[in-house]
């Protein structure tokens, strides 16, 4: 079983809708939680992290934590054609430097 | 944001020669750059953390002689993969953290596409 778990999709939306992505995990001592954007043959660029628990909004984005039942979310509103690329999640313990990564959302949105 | 190159971005090689790919930080000094290595349709996998002036760190199940790593200066770390194979054929991709930044903020290059005849 992956440490880092997420739906390979391909999520279709159309433009304006909110995207709605997830990760689970299994490793309890995770602490700090990332989502990248990828565009196709680019690398990830960071979008936002958080640490434990909680929600974090920026712009269009919101990202939410619950430790308790090892899952993880964002969420995207207004969203744009600009907004089509591979979404992943990353997460990381409190010490060391390792990231471990899920395979990665792959989201269209439509115009 | 701070930017991060690859050179190149995509090397075609028969089997059995040496492939070396170069990650620079353009305008930040990174003490740290790390590789990583990502298969169609999987995620990132850590291959090894690199430390610039010391040997770099290599995730269990990779071989470093075969992926060579050199960190020699503060903006320039570069991965050579020796004798390569077929199944060295992948997407490598590195990224590096500015001094006292969290290590959750890592600046990724744009990858290097390998593909080994």
């Known amino acids: 079983q992956k440490e880092v778990e997420q739906d390979p999709g391909p999520l279709s939306v159309p433009e304006g809708a909110i995207v709605s992505l997830n990760c689970t995990y299994s490793?309890?001592?995770?602490?700090?939680f990332m989502w990248y954007r990828q565009y196709s043959r680019k690398g990830p660029e960071l979008l936002m992290y958080t640490y434990s628990s909680g929600n974090k909004e920026d712009g269009r984005f919101t990202a939410q934590v619950d430790k308790s039942s090892k899952y993880i979310s964002l969420f995207i509103r207004d969203s744009q054609p600009s907004d089509s690329a591979t979404y992943l999640c990353?997460?990381?313990?409190?010490?060391?430097?390792?990231?471990?990564f899920g395979g990665g959302t792959r989201v269209l949105v439509k115009p | 944001g701070a930017v991060v190159s690859q050179h190149p971005s995509w090397v075609i090689c028969k089997s059995g020669t040496s492939v070396k790919i170069e990650c620079r930080s353009l305008?930040?000094?990174?003490?740290?750059m790390f590789w990583y290595r990502q298969f169609p349709k999987q995620s990132l996998m850590l291959m090894a953390t690199s430390n610039e002036g010391s040997k770099a760190t290599y995730e269990q199940g990779v071989e470093k002689d075969k992926f060579l790593i050199n960190h020699a200066s503060l903006t320039l770390s570069t991965l050579t993969v020796t004798s390569a194979h077929p199944e060295d054929s992948s997407f490598y991709i590195c990224?590096?953290?500015?001094?006292?930044?969290?290590?959750?903020?890592?600046?990724f290059g744009p990858g290097t596409r390998l593909t080994v005849l």
């Open positions: 990353a997460m990381r313990r409190a010490a060391g430097n390792k990231l471990t």
């Open positions: 990224s590096a953290r500015e001094p006292g930044a969290t290590y959750n903020e890592q600046f």
């Open positions: 490793n309890s001592a995770f602490q700090y």
């Open positions: 305008d930040f000094q990174a003490t740290t």
